[in-house]
């Protein structure tokens, strides 16, 4: 559309564009001719069909009784899903299609089959603890257990360890699961695992999972913590598989639950070491890194805050970063033998059009907002101090942690120092798209649409994260800087751009507790952005950034 309204092009052309890819598929052909009734409910399974899949339970049902269908014969089937996901022979997205028609399966079956009191093969109470308010990967451990024949109790997100032994209790479960995504939910993960010590629960197995965990640190740190037996899993099928062992012998050792011998390599910085980049690691002296410092300050734009809450969402799908959302979020991995470029066309012809399907299904549901503004400005050693508009009162101040050898970068050499006697600018942004792309997402799950569970929860994250490099490219704009920007919208993904933004809780800016500030700065409540009380951003697609308008300013690691 033009800026007057007129169509700009031929609805008819952009109609049949649409279904450019499409092919003529011989509906006559029957993919069960010729097959066992085991077979044919197998193939239901592992390809995910789901046309048919009553009348060939029924058929079933004649001949065997419920019960061995589904040990016998559907648990197979989720056997051979997680052999071929495991040999990389397998998308997730079609593992978790699998696993809707398993949960179809057992519903048919259900009605026909009497509850035998300890006829489950084991189950697990699975939480997200406390303060952190990600689910996607627990979900996940949750859709592979329930449709492998575990009762899993997921009692949800931000649980403290009250409630999460309590519930086991009550639910009568032999495994806890606890997942967390941020660095800090390690240390309560550890701080769990002591207080189960504490109480004398240590008869529990507790399987590990999460972004911010290694391997290293639960088997060698937290098993040393734990009295009972502490366990990784690095994704959903490793669960299963310590779930699997589990449940053959209560009683046995798993191997990778085994306490190994530390090498000198493997030594660690304490008893209870954390993970890498843990901030209580980081280096915070001063001595500043060659960041040049005659660099030019940009005109404050405005003092304070706006905000803005009318976008055309197709504009923010512009700036989705693809290979992000189609291999990080929906986790599509190139086959074993396909080439780079091979992929790529794979990913077009299979991958783009559910793109294109999602952003039309959620185009009234995702409700991009953004505040933001613009602030004075000065470092001091690791600070950068924050002041009020007289340019002489401070506001607030940040510390950040500096590289220990290298650079020796610190986010705040970006800045003007108080030695230099000239004030610099400091921009924050904080975006959302809303709570109800949560509210969607949380009932596909509930509704065990779990391939569109996925779906969903990817865009959702990735809309917030192209609102925040769209909002970013504007803010450049204000600055000043924005001419120098590429034309090319790929190269954004990779920062091919003047400046940087830093959002709270990765490397060069790590303290979540800084957000604190940021929320007083923007006061982004009314455009419905809270702050939990471990520091993170309600709605979970949420994000936020400090704006430096240094030209040298690049993502960088601390170590």
């Known amino acids: 559309m033009s800026e007057r309204g007129e169509c700009t ?74 052999e071929l996901f495991g040999a990389g022979k397998m998308q997730l997205p079609f593992v978790l299609q699998s696993a809707e028609v398993m ?70 479960c032999h495994v806890i699961g606890l997942s967390g995504l941020l660095v800090k939910s390690t240390l309560v993960m550890r701080d769990n695992l002591h207080e189960m010590n504490n109480r004398g629960l ?36 490793e669960g299963l598989r310590l779930m699997d062992e589990l449940s053959r012998n209560k009683d046995a050792q798993i191997e990778s639950g ?12 304490s008893s209870h070491r954390l993970p890498d980049n843990d901030p209580e690691l980081y280096v915070f002296d001063g001595t500043k890194s060659d960041v040049s410092t005659d660099i030019p300050v940009p005109e404050l734009p405005f003092y304070g805050a706006q ?45 783009r059009p559910i793109f294109d399907r999602k952003c039309r299904e959620l185009s009234k549901i995702l409700q991009p907002r953004v505040k933001w ?45 108080t030695e230099s006697g000239q004030m610099d600018v400091v921009g924050f942004s904080i975006v959302t798209v809303g709570s109800e792309v949560s509210e969607h997402e949380r009932k596909q799950f509930a509704d065990g649409d779990y391939q569109e569970y996925l779906y969903t929860h990817g865009m959702g994250v990735e809309t917030a994260e192209a609102l925040a490099e769209y909002w970013h490219k504007t803010m ?42 940021l929320m007083e700065l923007l006061q982004p409540e009314d455009i419905g952005i809270k702050l939990t009380e471990e520091f993170m951003l309600e709605p979970e697609q949420s994000t936020s950034a400090i704006i430096v308008h240094h030209p040298e300013a690049k993502y960088f690691n601390i170590k």
């Open 9 to 82: 092009y031929d609805p008819l052309i952009e109609l049949m564009s649409r279904f450019e890819s499409v092919k003529a598929v011989d509906s006559s052909i029957d993919p069960f001719e010729g097959l066992s009734t085991e077979d044919k409910l197998k193939k239901h399974i592992v390809d995910g069909i789901k046309k048919n899949l009553d009348s060939h339970l029924d058929t079933a049902l004649e001949t065997i009784p419920p019960l061995d269908i589904i040990n016998n014969i559907l648990l197979d089937g989720m056997k051979t899903v997680g």
């Open 103 to 172: 949960k179809a399966s057992v519903a048919h079956l259900e009605p026909h089959m009497e509850r035998i009191e300890g006829q489950e093969k084991g189950s697990i109470l699975l939480a997200t603890v406390a303060g952190d308010v990600h689910d996607i990967g627990k979900n996940l451990v949750d859709i592979i257990l329930t449709n492998n024949g575990y009762r899993v109790v997921n009692i949800g997100i931000k649980q403290p360890i009250n409630n999460i032994l309590s519930e086991a209790e009550k639910n009568k």
């Open 202 to 237: 240590e008869h529990y197995p507790v399987i590990l999972g999460g972004a911010a965990l290694t391997r290293a640190y639960v088997e060698q740190d937290l098993q040393d913590i734990y009295k009972g037996r502490v366990f990784y899993a690095q994704d959903a099928f």
């Open 258 to 269: 085994k306490k190994p011998e530390k090498t000198l390599t493997q030594q660690r910085v």
């Open 307 to 351: 905000k803005r809450t009318h976008f055309d969402i197709t504009e923010i799908y512009k700036y989705i970063n693809p290979i992000a959302l189609f291999r990080g979020q929906w986790q599509y991995k190139k086959p074993d033998g396909m080439s780079n470029p091979e992929f790529t066309d794979w990913l077009e012809e299979h991958v």
């Open 373 to 417: 503004g613009y602030f004075y400005g000065q470092s001091e050693g690791n600070d950068l101090i924050i002041y009020q508009e007289d340019q002489k009162t401070e506001r607030c101040r940040f510390r950040f942690p500096r590289q220990s050898s290298g650079k020796r970068l610190c986010l705040s050499d970006f800045f003007k120092s």
């Open 476 to 517: 450049r704009h204000e600055l000043g800087i924005g001419h120098e920007d590429p034309e090319d919208l790929r190269l954004l993904f990779s920062a091919k751009y003047h400046g940087s933004r830093y959002s709270f809780g990765y490397p060069a800016c790590p303290n979540l507790e800084d957000q604190a500030m």
